[in-house]
């Protein structure tokens, strides 16, 4: 499966973004999703995550309660809403996919990887 991020870009501190991951393919909705965040020369850290039917749903404890994930399996896409952002919250946003139904919060778990989407919050 390939992954597009989009809906990136620069907001204020307390403000919010939607960002977007569409994939293609047909076997879509058999893929757990998740997005990941990654600042420069730092490793790859877990955000959020979804099972194939959108019925489970893990969070990171440094975003939840702020960020929601959610998928369309109808339009092939993956959301993440984030409100009350945060200057920590900057960071390129990854896409990733996991080839079975079950969310995971490890990134060697996933094999399919959108090529991200810049996050700025300034303060």
């Known amino acids: 499966v390939q992954l597009q991020e989009s809906g990136g870009g620069l907001v204020q501190a307390g403000g919010s973004l939607r960002l977007s991951c569409a994939a293609s393919?047909?076997?879509?909705?058999?893929?757990?999703m998740g997005w990941f965040r990654q600042a420069p020369e730092k490793e790859r850290e877990f955000v959020a995550a979804?099972?194939?039917?959108?019925?489970?749903?893990y969070y990171a404890d440094s975003v939840k309660g702020r960020f929601t994930i959610s998928r369309d399996n109808a339009k092939n896409t993956v959301y993440l809403q984030m409100n009350s952002l945060k200057a920590e919250d900057t960071d390129v946003y990854f896409c990733?996919?996991?080839?079975?139904?079950?969310?995971?919060?490890?990134?060697?778990?996933?094999?399919?990887w959108g090529q991200g989407t810049q996050v700025t919050v300034s303060s």
């Open positions: 979804v099972s194939w039917t959108g019925g489970n749903t």
């Open positions: 990733a996919a996991r080839e079975v139904p079950f969310a995971s919060s490890r990134p060697e778990d996933f094999v399919s």
């Open positions: 393919g047909r076997s879509f909705s058999r893929y757990a």
